[in-house]
């Protein structure tokens, strides 16, 4: 079965920096997958905040994000990035990676099919 594994989340102050990563289990097949970023807040729903294809060519933000966050990966040891700049209150969620079925929409969580078990990431005084 696959599985991805959420890691790096903390509790940071406004302006901080964090660096997520997704391990997953997929071997040599993990380049040909499309990978994304979700959040959730309490009582909130689940919101994109990036994805990227699987040679990493192509890049997609939520407008909230933009400028502050950066998603990457490394394919040859399957993980996926997620560099958190600036970071604000209102980016406190669990962060949750997921890999993306064929087609459909970047932006969509229903589109994706495998999912971590999230990292928390908190920001306040």
């Known amino acids: 079965q696959v599985e991805l594994v959420e890691s790096g989340g903390g509790s940071v102050q406004p302006g901080d920096s964090l660096r997520l990563s997704c391990a997953a289990t997929?071997?040599?097949?993990?380049?040909?997958?499309?990978m994304g970023w979700f959040r959730q807040a309490p009582g909130k729903e689940r919101d994109f905040v990036a994805a990227?294809?699987?040679?990493?060519?192509?890049?997609y933000y939520a407008d909230s994000v933009k400028g502050r966050f950066t998603i990457s990966r490394d394919n040859d040891k399957n993980l996926v990035y997620l560099e958190m700049n600036s970071l604000k209150f209102e980016d406190t969620a669990v962060y949750y990676c997921?890999?993306?079925?064929?087609?459909?929409?970047?932006?969509?969580?229903?589109?994706?099919?495998?999912w971590g078990q999230g990292t928390q990431v908190t920001v306040s005084l």
């Open positions: 990227i294809d699987g040679s990493g060519s192509a890049i």
């Open positions: 997929s071997g040599r097949a993990f380049s040909t997958y499309d």
């Open positions: 997921a890999r993306k079925a064929q087609g459909g929409s970047y932006i969509y969580a229903g589109t994706y099919v495998y």
